[in-house]
């Protein structure tokens, strides 16, 4: 489906095919006008209810008052409430078995149909249950927020853990901080299973065999796909990451006088080893020290033709208290109000995290046509914008990058040269992780009852490479709170750098004619052309594969990731 057909299906032309009496094929005609009246009414209730809550959620963050807080979870429940709504959901669920059974449906209203019934879908949970689901993920998450690692009478904040593992030369005072930042896993491990069992039994009420196919099933995904897609992953970058993990471990040992099997999880950077540790000699933020991050971000992205003056005029950039020390942007009304949240200082995760937020906005209703109707006026997918948004921020270690832009730094190659290398462990590393994530939780919620602890070190100890620690029995799953707060979400983030991979492969190859390999964008306007063509312009009409079909010709796969990974 090409992006000029999306312009003629307008929704006024979708109004205007409804008969004012029926006609010879009554049946028809009465399935596309009954979709097009449930369509009518979801905008009419839900859009405001829609924009109410991305305003409160707005507000909530810049300021951090409980009052705006609690206005935040009013329009929240507002809204959950009407996508509960059973009488409302029963009558889409009859609209879309005609809609699937007739053949000659407009196909973008069919596709509206499917992507309202899936969003209702998720929010039939019996209400008991889904109390009793509320109840424990809010008991875990308050456990976590006062849990603190105790180490020889000392309390630790999450922060001074992980500075511990960053820079301590002492094993065991490294083994005694993370055994004790583990020990939430305890805490909260009754609560968990509990919830696990919970989610299980509302995802089996709604007809699917346990929670993680469900999460997956609501986002358009199969756990066999995502599995297979996770196999060739694996196949293809594993030669590669076992090389990086010995280069590590040699380092890691030199600096702990011990031999790289005597290498423990407490050795690594961080408390799950999802990050690389500073195995190069080179300061990435000395560039950045001195440099307009924000005028950088606006140049490079008004040169590739996809300028962002408007989204940052409405956004709230530097720190300030009660703010949100994160970064998001968010979409507040698909009529072109983005906005982007963030706390720039001059360093390269900045400019990295500027570069990213920027990406989802120029993947919003800014670029995406009006022409389309609401309920597909958004990102194709979750892992599509976080490919997108991935795909610039990359740009922020790339030495050719800073040059091309006016920056400064004193030795071009060096940065280069370490930049992608250090980009490169990042993703083998965050890739063997997801591994992991993936993994755990498909198993878990597949078979609660089995030995969860033995579950995660296995997989721990044959995608990561990392040893488990000698004679431990404990929860250390539980001790991640993704598992609670956004669970069955983590692949999309891998895939989403898959995504980001074939984009650039494709933009490369076919628009700049460059290689992959050296390929900037700055300046060149086809960037945002094609761009806007290919991927942004079709919005949700199509599922993620077929919007990666038609932006790179080929379905979502590992290849160009793992070709960007090979040396
Ligand atoms: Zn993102």
Known sequence: MSPTIHAIFTAGIIMSSIPSSFGADTRQDSVASRAHQFVEEHEATVRPLEKAVSLAWWSANITGNDADFKTKEDAQNRLDAALADPARFARLRDVRAAARAAKDLDPILRREIEVLYLQYLEKQVDPALLQGMTARANAVEKAFNVYRARVEGKELSDSEVRKVLKESKSSDLRRKVWESSKGVGAVVEADLKALVLLRNEAARKLGFKDYHAMMLELNEQRQDQVLKLFDELDQLTRGPFRRLKAEIDVKLAADFGLAPSELRPWHYPDPFFQESPAIYAIDLDAPYAQADILGLAKRFY???????????????????????????????????????????????????????????????????????????????????????????????????????????????????????????????????????????????????????????????????????????????????????????????????????????????????????????YDGRPEVGKYLQEKVFAPGRSLPWNELTRFATGAELNANAFAAELKN
Request: hydrophobic share 40%; proline share 4%; glycine share 6%.
């Open 302 to 520: 008004s040169g590739i033709g996809l300028g962002v003056d408007d989204v940052l005029a409405r956004s709230d950039l530097y720190e300030k208290s009660g703010k949100s020390p994160h970064a998001f942007c968010t979409d507040i009304d698909r009529e072109g109000d983005v906005r982007v949240l963030a706390n720039i200082v001059p360093n390269e995760r900045w400019m990295s995290t500027l570069l990213h937020e920027l990406g989802h906005a120029v993947y919003s209703s800014k670029n995406i046509p009006r022409s389309l109707p609401y309920a597909l006026r958004a990102e194709a997918h979750i892992l599509t914008t976080e490919g997108i948004a991935m795909l610039f921020e990359r740009f922020s270690m790339s030495g050719g990058w800073l040059e091309k832009n006016g920056v400064r730094v004193d030795d071009v190659r060096a940065f280069d040269d370490a930049g992608s290398k250090m980009r490169r462990n990042r993703l083998l590393i965050f890739a063997a992780w997801c591994q992991v994530m993936l993994r755990f939780e498909k198993g878990m919620y597949e078979d609660p009852s089995q030995d969860l602890n033995k579950l995660w070190w296995d997989l721990v100890e044959k995608y990561q490479l990392i040893r488990r620690p000698d004679g431990r029995n404990a929860p250390d799953y539980a001790s991640k709170i993704h598992i609670v707060s956004a669970p069955a979400y983590y692949h999309n983030y891998l895939m989403g750098q898959l995504f980001a991979s074939q984009v650039h492969e494709t933009l490369s190859r076919d628009v700049l004619h460059a290689d992959p390999a050296a390929a900037l």
